[in-house]
């Protein structure tokens, strides 16, 4: 048991720490001082702007190796820059469905074309990658996908919708699930496929999420011609029919601790105890302890993660309990913090708004109640 | 960075967790609760001493292993595991470091009025207004007390008893305040096993349990229980042993990680008793099974060394040191 950075490491965040707080001040001077929601229309671009300085100062995605933009950086140091971006107050990543959940995926199942041709305009926000999983009758239940590909000549013919898609609205690119074998069932004969949303016959319409941002998008395919070469490298990731297994290698990814590093968390709790510290009531300030107590846990079981990850173990059912344990305590972070504001909670701002998103975090990637099953089931082995 | 344990660690730990399985079964426990008082079995205690346990902390010069925390941390989960009557938290964090390797069966009232197995012990480490004394337990008034967990086997001082003859073990407050976070530490430990152990039984039982014709597991509102209690496991187990690297390595936040440690482990444990109690049903409602002996130590033990108010207060003043916790 060793639990010290290494000098090498702290050099590795003290750059981090430098870079982000310069970069962050100018990005926000430019946006002057507030920019607005990247679940916006007019802040999406304004957050590009921070994805480019990002890639550039060459953040983009630190752990990538450096010839698709990252620069070759081990899990313990993708840590080290997730605690500091967080703890310096930067923004969501409105790349982050790309970098996060699809780019795993590249890197596992696709082709030395497909990697050079779509990681590193990914990572540079050239590319603008949305999910194309959820269905109106698709949700936690994913393999009832009904939206189709059929194999014509030269490429794919695409029918259906996708919905809930998060900034689809906004993005370039969607990936997603398609049904290419008519007669197969569950999760069988899925082609995981690679799509510009500016295909013809395709649609996309922007909606709002509950918190009134159009931050989501249901996506129409209408007879839509997806050309074999209209992606780099081709358009299918992994084989035709073989969709499910690579989307179950991106879920992987979202449930555990490529999308939720703990620094997210432990900077939600730093504010919240600014925030108690105020405070002279006991309950709440016992709260506040407790839900403090609960980041830091995350933070002690993702470096026991990492540390089996880094020996050559791969990433398990576990992430099951990753993923409910992120999410229960982010809506416990910001119910005590709007139980802190009083008569302020219902007021707009970065906590109410915080609370809405957190809401999300037990209903997408699978709902909790899935992702108890699957504890139960996978890591238990309960019978099912 | 490296949050594991080392195979030297794993290796301790994995031969003590056999020995128990052997030599600290139910009926271990059970005669524990039945043996008059001063006669506690130790055939397994003479067992855990032979193989170094109750000596981890004590320097090698001392005839002890000169090993820290982090070694003994995860053998008392074991302990927890086995529901071990006899007081390893009390003798080996607490009173071997400071009164060595060769002090017997001790055990003290650091954690609370109500000393485990006061009767049995060789020697008492007892609370001297701010000073820790040492007193054999014939030379000091100590009334029986009925306690839920009948393994227990505690006593209380009494209200005359006299410490004034008993001998200083050591009066720095520093000293003292270390004895009291490894105390609180290794019950901690000692509750993740008695979850993890609770945990295991109740997935055992409902696997095996039919009603309506299905394994009562297969229900998902028993499985999400179940799931609950995995969850809350995953993330105190590290939270355990990091306060072990704390203290081993005498970091500044050492007594608000075991504070978390403590608090959260009780929460923990209190979760897995809850949860293994209802998915057992009516059987777990019994003194046949063995389930109640790991219930009744849960509820023991989240009590002694700090409640989760207690400890939950210290977090919270290590946090915000501006302001206070009211008494």
């Known amino acids: ?384 | 960075m490296r949050f594991a344990l080392s195979p030297d660690q794993e290796a301790f730990r994995e031969a003590i967790a056999d020995l128990l399985a052997r030599a600290c079964p139910p009926t271990t426990v059970r005669a524990a609760w039945e043996a008059p008082p001063g006669r506690l079995d130790r055939s397994v205690w003479e067992d855990l001493a032979g193989m170094g346990v109750l000596s981890v902390l004590v320097p090698e010069a001392d005839g002890g292993l000169g090993l820290d925390e982090t070694y003994l941390v995860p053998v008392i989960e074991a302990c927890g595991r086995a529901a071990l009557p006899h007081p390893v938290v009390e003798t080996a964090m607490v009173a071997a470091p400071l009164m060595g390797a060769d002090g017997g069966l001790v055990t003290t009232d650091l954690g609370g009025p109500n000393i485990p197995t006061a009767a049995d012990a060789d020697a008492l480490l007892l609370r001297r207004g701010d000073a820790l004394v040492r007193v054999a337990p014939a030379e000091v008034a100590l009334e029986p007390v009925q306690t839920v967990d009948g393994a227990r086997r505690a006593a209380r001082l009494a209200p005359d008893a006299d410490l004034r003859a008993a001998e200083l073990v050591s009066d720095d407050p520093a000293v003292v305040e270390r004895a009291i976070d490894r105390g609180a530490l290794g019950t901690a430990a000692m509750l993740v096993g008695l979850a993890q152990a609770m945990l295991d039984q109740t997935v055992a039982y409902v696997t095996q349990r039919h009603q309506f014709g299905v394994p009562v597991g297969s229900f998902q509102a028993v499985k999400h229980h179940l799931a609950d209690v995995a969850l809350a496991l995953e993330h105190t187990r590290p939270v355990v042993w990091r306060a072990a690297w704390s203290l081993a390595h005498d970091v500044p936040t050492r007594t608000r990680d075991v504070s978390a440690a403590k608090a959260m482990a009780n929460e923990t444990a209190a979760r897995a008793a809850r949860a293994a109690l209802q998915c057992h049903g009516a059987i777990g409602y019994t003194v046949e099974a063995d389930l109640h002996l790991f219930l009744k130590r849960t509820w023991a033990l989240t009590r002694a060394w700090g409640d989760t108010a207690h400890h939950t207060d210290r977090v919270a003043d290590a946090l915000m040191p501006g302001s206070r916790s009211h008494a």
Not at chain 1, 66 to 94: D, K, M
Not at chain 1, 219 to 228: E, M, P, Q, Y
Not at chain 1, 270 to 276: D, G, S, T
Not at chain 1, 341 to 350: I, R, S, Y
Request: hydrophobic share 40%; charged share 25%.
């Open chain 1, 1 to 384: 048991m060793d639990l010290i950075w290494s000098a090498e490491e702290e050099a590795f965040r003290a750059e981090a720490r430098a870079w982000l707080e310069v970069n962050l001040a100018e990005w926000r001077a430019e946006c002057g001082g507030a920019p607005a929601s990247g679940d916006t229309r007019a802040g999406f671009a304004q957050h590009l702007e921070w994805e480019r300085r990002l890639f550039e100062g060459r953040w983009a995605a630190v752990s990538w190796p450096e010839e698709h933009g990252g620069r070759g950086a081990s899990l313990w140091e993708w840590l080290i820059f997730e605690e500091e971006y967080h703890r310096a107050g930067c923004p969501p990543r409105v790349t982050q469905n790309g970098i996060f959940l699809l780019a795993p995926s590249i890197f596992e199942f696709g082709t030395p074309e497909q990697q050079a041709g779509i990681l590193r305009r990914m990572a540079a926000a050239e590319d603008l990658w949305c999910q194309g999983w959820s269905e109106p009758d698709a949700g936690s239940d994913l393999a009832s996908v009904r939206s189709t590909a059929r194999r014509v000549e030269g490429g794919w013919l695409l029918d259906g919708q996708k919905t809930w898609t998060t900034r689809g609205a906004f993005c370039t690119h969607l990936f997603g699930l398609f049904r290419s074998d008519p007669d197969s069932e569950r999760h069988r004969g899925l082609t995981y496929l690679l799509v510009p949303l500016d295909t013809p016959g395709v649609t996309v319409r922007g909606f709002g999420r509950l918190d009134g941002d159009e931050g989501f998008a249901e996506v129409f395919f209408d007879g839509a011609f997806l050309a074999d070469d209209a992606v780099p490298g081709g358009v299918v990731l992994g084989e035709p029919g073989q969709g499910w297994k690579v989307a179950m290698a991106t879920t992987g990814s979202e449930r555990g601790l490529t999308l939720r590093s703990p620094g997210r968390f432990l900077a939600t709790a730093e504010r919240l105890l600014a925030l108690a510290a105020h405070t002279d009531d006991q309950t709440l300030r016992r709260r506040a302890a407790t839900a403090w107590m609960h980041a830091d846990a995350y933070q002690q079981q993702t470096l026991a993660t990492v540390t089996r990850l880094a020996e050559g173990a791969r990433p398990g059912p576990e992430a099951s309990l990753s993923k409910l344990w992120w999410s229960e305590l982010d809506v416990e972070l910001h119910r005590l913090a709007l139980d802190l504001l009083g008569p302020d909670a219902e007021l707009e701002g970065p906590w109410s708004k915080g609370w809405q998103f957190a809401l999300s975090g037990p209903i997408y990637a699978g709902t909790n109640e899935i992702q108890r099953n699957i504890a139960a089931e996978r890591l238990l082995g309960l019978p099912r």
